[in-house]
Each structure stands twice: as C-alpha cells, then as structure tokens.
C-alpha cells in the first residue's frame, strides 16, 4: 500500500456477500482521517448486482436464508464459526444502523423442534449443544420450553402436535435481499464503482495499476484451483408468500435424515430450507427435496397449504474440505498483493462482517 496521505487503489473481484461487506467497509475506513491512508474501490461483479438476477450461477449470497444463528450451527461446526458467529452477532445491528436499515435485522432469536416422533433428534440435539456451550466461558443461554404453553407463548402460530422446544434467543436473521442492495446503495454514496457484467481473474492485465486485489469470487475460485481441496454444496431452498401465518423468527425442524428450516422474510414470504447435498450440480431442485421441505413446513402449521410457491432456487455453498473458511495471501502475475476470502459455507452471513474485518486489518498489517 502507498505512503500516508495518498490514495491506495484496491480491486474487489466478486460482488457477492463478502465483495459487497467489504466494498462498504473499507470506502468508510476513508471517513476515518487518522490513519492518513484513503482508498478508491473498485467492484467487478460478473453478472448482475440485482437480488433478482435469474443466472444459474448467481452469488450464493442471494439463495441464502441468512441466518445468524451461532448456536444452532455450533453443534455440527468447529468452535472457530461460532466465535466469529458471536462476533458477528455484536457488529450486525451496528452496520445496519450505518446502512440506515436498522428495520432488516431481527434478533428474535430462533425455535428448534420436533415432531413428537423425532423428539430424541432434539433431545440429542439439546446434550449436544450443552456440551459444546460448557466449554465456553461466555456461552449464551438456551431456553427449554418444556410445554405447550411455554412453547404458545413464544410462537403462536406452531402447530399443536408440538409440545416442547428449544429458543435459542440470542440468534437473528436479516432481510438479506433489501440488505444486499442497501450494501450497494451506501458504498456508491461512500466512491465505491460498481462493474457489473464484468469477469475478471486476479491475474489479469488490466488489475496491473491497483495497489491491492481482494478475491472474493465464492465458487468462483475453483477454476483456478488444480487441487481438489475446494467444493461446492448443494442447497435447494423454497420461498413462498403466506398471509394466513406469522412467524417472528426462524423455525428449525430436527429430523432423522435432514434439518430444515422456515425462515420469515418481508411481505409475508418465507424461504423454506435447505437441502446439504455434496454434489456441484446446479440444476433444478429435485422432487423429493421439494416434498420433504414442502411437507416440512406443512407440518409447522397446515394452514401453509394454501401458501404461494414464488420460487425455487438452488445453489452452491463455496467450501474448503474442512468446512472453514480462510483468509489467504499471495501475489498477482503483476506482483500485486492479493487476499483471498473464501470457503464461506453455510455461514457467510453468520461469519461475514467478522471475517471481513479480520482480512482488512491483515490486508493493511502486510501492506503498510
Ligand atoms: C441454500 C443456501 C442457504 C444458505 N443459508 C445461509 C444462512 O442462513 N446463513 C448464513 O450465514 N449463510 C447461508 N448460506 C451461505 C452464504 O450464502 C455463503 O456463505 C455466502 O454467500 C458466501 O459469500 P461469498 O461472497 O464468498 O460468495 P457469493 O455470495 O457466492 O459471491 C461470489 C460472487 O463472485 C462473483 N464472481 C465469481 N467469479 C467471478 C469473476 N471471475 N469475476 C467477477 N465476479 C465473479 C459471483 O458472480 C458472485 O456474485 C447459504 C447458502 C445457500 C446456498
């Protein structure tokens, strides 16, 4: 990066969840006069910004539930995601106050259950998770609704087959669509350009003039990559409009064979997921994913019945073997300083602003 005072020009190849977080973040860092150092943002996005794009190899960012919820991943995830989780958690409402849409974040927290048949999967699922918060010092509380009146009072509108469950109040959800978009509204207020329709690679010519590369391409990056360390997962997720139902916050159903959600979103729509399949096939969603998450969401309550199916989307997580993501640096054909984020998973908007903070204070701590 360039001395004190002068104006350091960075590229941002993907406009995805990170390559939007970022965009914003670091164009507000110029705000910041103290430390000397101001940027110019470029954004290369290869298809549409749009929430509505209709390619089939979209950003995942725009299939996603977005989740916030650090404990109901902490059972199946490493100890890593939930500290950036919680992190995350803390940093959320405060951007999105920046962002002047304070109204897409909703800290209800969320609502696991089963059917009365499966109510050893929550059983198991609740020791799980005790087990893993008793390592932690600072571990959140879990509220165990051990009957239907408990259970009424949180969330009205379930189902009267289900008796118990687990409310895991610290967790939240954000309207990602209209969130996407405000990232990208208040970064082209802030200086920051947009290109859309626009491929590029960290090696190419024309990045040759910029002063730092962040690579934030998602499933992008496996072109690049000859090893096999790097995958996508499969997720087919359902939205629909509803009327009749209101739910103040994410369900999560457990079950033998899948884990499923229902999680409310602006208009009386609700995204109904998601499958985890290790495959890269991008087509549509099969039958039996769509009847497993249609009954899923049948069976929270059967007035869903006459609910509207808007659409029905798939997508890949962008994941390393190990399911954790990485903050990476190397150097471009141009010997530019690259930093790569990736390998987000299930968990870009869970672990997003804390890892895009991380990568800005390594991006700075190597160039200055
Ligand atoms: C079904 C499903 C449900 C999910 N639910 C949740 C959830 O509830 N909570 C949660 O935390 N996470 C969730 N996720 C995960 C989350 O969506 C991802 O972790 C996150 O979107 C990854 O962000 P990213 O910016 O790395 O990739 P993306 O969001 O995929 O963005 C990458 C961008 O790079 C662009 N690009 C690629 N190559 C190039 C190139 N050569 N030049 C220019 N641009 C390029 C792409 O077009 C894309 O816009 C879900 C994901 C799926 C699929």
Redo the contacts with the bound molecule.
Sequence with gaps: MKSNSSVSKVAI?????????LAWRLIKQNSNIDNGISFSVNV????S?SPHSS?N?????????????PMS?LVASELEIYQL?QTSLTLWPHWLEQLDCPQHYHQQGSLVLAHPNDIGELQQFQRDLSYKLSEQTDAETVHILSDRQQLEAIEPAVHTHFQSGLHLPSEA?IDHDEVLQQLVIQAEVLGVNFNEN????PDDESLQDYDLIFD??????K?DLKEQSFRG?????IRIECKEITLKR?IRLMHPRYKL?I?PKPNNQF?I???EIESEDRSSISLRSSMELMSALYAVNPAFAEARIISQ??????AYMDNLPRIEKSTSAFNKPIVR????????????PALVEKAIEKAMAASL
Excluded: W
């Design positions: 190849i993907g406009g995805g969840l990170v390559g939007r977080l290369f996005e290869k298809y910004l390619q190899d979209k950003a995942a960012a725009f299939t996603a539930a977005a989740m916030i919820s991943e989780g959800h626009c491929t590029i690679e934030c391409r998602g499933m992008g990056l072109a997962v499969r997720g087919e997720v994410p959600y999680v995204i997921g998601a499958t989307d798939t997508n890949l997580r962008p984020i990736n390998g987000l998973y299930r968990h870009g908007y869970l672990i997003g």
